[in-house]
C-alpha cells in the first residue's frame, strides 16, 4: 500500500490543532520566515492543548480528515502552567484507545512546538504529512451515506 499511495498521487487532509501561544506561534513564523511545508493542513487555533477534547480527534476521523496533528507547548512551558501536561496524558490513553478500535498509529499525532521554532514546525508538518500519505485514505470510522463520504 505504501508504494501504491505514492503513485497514486494521494494528498491527505490533515487537521491540525494548535495551541494559540505556542504551536500556532511557531506557524506564525514558518510562515513569515518564508519556510516552506507542504499545504496539506487545516489549522483550528485553540488556547492550550489541553482544551483539545479527544471526542473532536475521533470525530475528525469520522468526518473523513486522513490524519490529526494536535501541537501545544513543550512541557514546562505551557501559558496555563500545566495544560500541556494534561494534554500529554490524555493524548498517550486516546492513542491507546485508537490503536484498540484499529486505528493506525501514525493517523493522529502530537508534538510539542514553541513560538520561535519556525523551521520545527515545518518539519513537524512535513513528517505527519508523509506519515499519513504513506497510510493511505482514512477508511475506519468514516461515515458514509448512499456511498460517498460525508464532509
Not at 42 to 64: D, F, Q, T
Request: charged residues 20%; contains cysteine.
Amino acid at each position: 500500500m505504501t508504494e501504491q499511495n505514492k503513485n497514486s498521487g494521494f494528498e491527505p487532509r490533515i487537521l491540525a490543532v494548535l495551541c494559540t501561544w505556542c504551536s500556532y506561534a511557531g506557524a506564525d513564523l514558518a510562515g513569515v520566515s518564508r519556510i516552506q511545508y507542504p499545504p496539506n493542513i487545516r489549522v483550528i487555533k485553540v488556547p492550550c492543548s489541553a482544551r483539545v477534547n479527544p471526542l473532536y480527534i475521533i470525530r475528525a476521523l469520522m468526518e473523513g480528515w486522513d490524519g490529526v496533528l494536535v501541537s501545544g507547548c513543550h512541557p514546562g512551558d505551557c501559558h496555563y502552567i500545566a495544560g500541556n501536561y494534561a494534554a500529554r496524558r490524555r493524548f498517550t490513553l486516546l492513542g491507546d484507545y485508537l490503536e484498540y478500535c484499529g486505528i493506525e498509529p501514525g493517523r493522529v499525532n502530537f508534538s510539542w512546538v514553541s513560538a520561535s521554532e519556525g523551521a520545527r514546525f515545518a518539519e513537524v508538518v512535513k513528517t505527519v504529512v508523509e506519515r499519513v500519505r504513506t497510510l493511505g485514505p482514512t477508511l475506519r470510522l468514516v461515515k458514509e451515506y448512499a456511498g460517498e463520504k460525508e464532509f
